[in-house]
């Protein structure tokens, strides 16, 4: 069964660190979310994309983070500097096309220190 | 106030008990409405899904939206202590392609 691809899954780093989140979608998907979910919360939209165009980033702070999805497959996701409030899961999810189902991956879980 | 309200519990049930998990909305443009589940420290799993009004049945799940209350439930029949998880309602319009979730219901099933 096809699945979302994450990578790495667990990143412990200092506050003022760069860090990076991997994201490799479901073969074929088109569109691509990043969600954070803060611990005890539900996930909250980062950015979307539509192959390799940004078509949402309004909730994302654009000051520290930054998304890109080159050739409109695999996508990276980066914090430079990281915050003490950046600590939670990064979660990537893909749709095929005009499908409503998001298929989420396992997560990268951040911790900033 | 949020979007989209869930009592984030925990729930305590023992075996084979029926569970219902519930979620208010607020937009009226929610046409989409979704549960997932959630392992800890894994991602979402997608386990129901319905579009507009009316009731979804699959397996020992039963999806039921009521746009005119404006409110959401998942029912789990027969619970399981494997059915122990976070469980997340979501939802979203038909403009936005991105889900608006629910804070979560963790739900424990006692052996």
């Known amino acids: 069964e096809a699945e979302v691809a994450q990578s790495p899954r667990y990143k412990i780093t200092e506050k003022s660190q760069a860090v990076a989140f991997w994201c490799d979608p479901i073969s074929g998907h088109a569109t691509l979310y990043w969600y954070r979910q803060i611990l005890g919360q539900g996930p909250e939209l980062l950015v979307q994309?539509?192959?390799?165009?940004?078509?949402?980033d309004s909730q994302l702070p654009k000051d520290r983070f930054s998304a890109e999805r080159l050739k409109g497959v695999d996508s990276t996701l980066k914090i430079q500097p990281a915050e003490l409030g950046d600590s939670a899961m990064y979660l990537c999810?893909?749709?095929?096309?005009?499908?409503?189902?998001?298929?989420f991956g396992p997560g990268t879980r951040l911790l900033v220190l | 106030q949020k979007e989209v309200e869930q009592d984030p519990g925990p729930l305590s049930v023992p075996e084979g008990a029926i569970v219902s998990l519930n979620c208010t909305y607020s937009n009226s443009a929610f046409q989409y409405f979704m549960w997932y589940r959630q392992y800890s420290r894994k991602g979402p799993e997608l386990l129901m899904y319905t579009y507009s009004s009316g009731n979804k049945e699959d397996g020992r799940f039963t999806a039921q939206v009521d746009k005119s209350s404006k409110y959401i439930s998942l029912f789990i029949r027969d619970s399981q202590p494997s059915d122990s998880a976070t469980y997340l309602c979501a939802m979203k319009d038909t403009g936005r392609r991105a889900l608006t979730f629910g804070s979560g219901t963790r739900l424990q099933v006692q052996p």
């Open positions: 999810a893909s749709t095929l096309g005009s499908q409503e189902t998001q298929y």
């Open positions: 994309f539509q192959d390799e165009s940004v078509v949402d």
